[in-house]
């Protein structure tokens, strides 16, 4: 497995499903900056992450829906990470639901996510 290991301003975790998606931007201090659920749409996404666009990472579990996501970031130059779903295991130490919240991404780390690749 690779972790990303590059530091950036903000930070956008986003669960996305079929018809919504849900982000959470964090900025370097690892302070809640933003969290929405919006539909999953290019323009709603747009919409969300104009203010944090200067030096953002976006990542994504590996999950049919990505393909789209990872598409649209490549297309505006927005670095983007998918993670192999197990890497929730290797985050928490292999304890399922270890996180506080229940949700990987209330809090999404993109230098313990484990990258499945990068686009």
Not at 78 to 106: D, Q, R, T, W, Y
Request: charged share 20%; net charge positive; with cysteine.
């Amino acid at each position: 497995m690779r972790f990303y290991t590059q530091t950036h301003q903000h930070v956008c975790g986003v669960d996305l499903h079929t018809k919504t998606l849900y982000l959470c931007i964090l900025n370097h201090a690892g302070e809640i900056v933003l969290h929405s659920n919006l539909l999953a749409k290019p323009k709603p996404f747009h919409k969300a992450i104009k203010l944090f666009r200067g030096d953002l990472v976006v990542g994504a579990e590996c999950m049919f829906s990505w393909y789209w996501l990872a598409d649209l970031c490549l297309r505006e130059e927005i670095k983007f990470i998918l993670g192999h779903a197990l890497s929730k295991k290797a985050i928490h130490g292999g304890i399922p639901g270890a996180h506080p919240s229940g949700s990987l991404l209330s809090k999404f780390d993109p230098v313990k996510f484990v990258c499945a690749g990068t686009a």
